[in-house]
């Protein structure tokens, strides 16, 4: 199995541009995480889906960025418009609920944006 | 709000030496606590929970709720070891996970 699948795997932009990263996660997993990792720091959440729903976005900057989960697989995370400061890796995760939960979060490898 | 705390940012041991990846965290309840590691070229993944009291390639982490401590222990450090280890958090199954900013670790031989 691939695991949980990333794209793009880099990405440089300008200041200013838009930029869009997807993630598909592991075949029935229902919760989807986004995290934020900086250099030298450790992975801070940007948004948890259950499904479709954002069930917590508290840490996601509303101004700029944007997710969404159509159907409750694939997920996209954009940002528009990029600031230097999103240079940063991009991580997607992704993990069972209920019973299930063991709290094991399965990453992929990650986007790496670059913004110059 | 809880947090996570990784006092060591880079740590080195020699091949066969003791290791300790020492891991604080500030919550007024009973949290679940874990440990991820990232190998170099490799995904984040995860090591052990400290629910499952398992040992996993002879690291083992015991949950101090006196100290709120959650240590990653090794009495016989590898060279395949060195990774990166990050400390994790979460007030309940279901709840976000909290991690800490992480531990290099490197193994000489």
């Known amino acids: 199995e691939a695991g949980v699948v990333q794209s793009p795997r880099y990405k440089i932009i300008e200041k200013k541009q838009p930029v869009a990263f997807w993630c598909n996660p592991i075949?029935?997993?229902?919760?989807l995480y986004w995290y934020l990792q900086n250099l030298g720091q450790g992975p801070e959440l940007l948004i948890r889906y259950e499904n479709e729903e954002a069930v917590d976005d508290s840490q996601l900057p509303k101004d700029r960025f944007s997710a969404e989960r159509l159907k409750g697989v694939d997920s996209t995370l954009k940002i528009q418009p990029a600031e230097l400061g999103d240079s940063a890796v991009y991580l997607c995760?992704?993990?069972?609920?209920?019973?299930?939960?063991?709290?094991?979060?399965?990453f992929g490898e990650g986007s790496r944006l670059t913004v110059l | 709000a809880q947090r996570v705390t990784q006092p060591e940012k880079l740590l080195s041991v020699f091949k066969g030496a003791p290791v300790e990846l020492k891991c604080n965290y500030s919550?007024?309840?009973?949290?679940?606590l874990f440990w991820y590691v990232q190998y170099s070229r490799q995904r984040l993944q995860l090591l052990l929970r400290?629910?499952s009291r398992e040992s996993i390639k002879g690291f083992t982490a015991d949950l101090n709720k006196g100290e709120t401590s959650f240590h990653l222990k090794k009495p016989f450090a590898q060279e395949e070891d060195s990774a990166m280890y990050y400390c994790a958090l979460r007030r309940t199954s279901g709840s976000r996970l909290t991690f800490g900013e992480g531990t290099q670790l490197t193994v000489n031989p």
């Open positions: 919550y007024s309840g009973s949290p679940e």
């Open positions: 400290h629910i």
């Open positions: 075949s029935g997993h229902n919760t």
């Open positions: 995760a992704s993990s069972l609920r209920g019973a299930a939960d063991t709290g094991e979060l399965f």
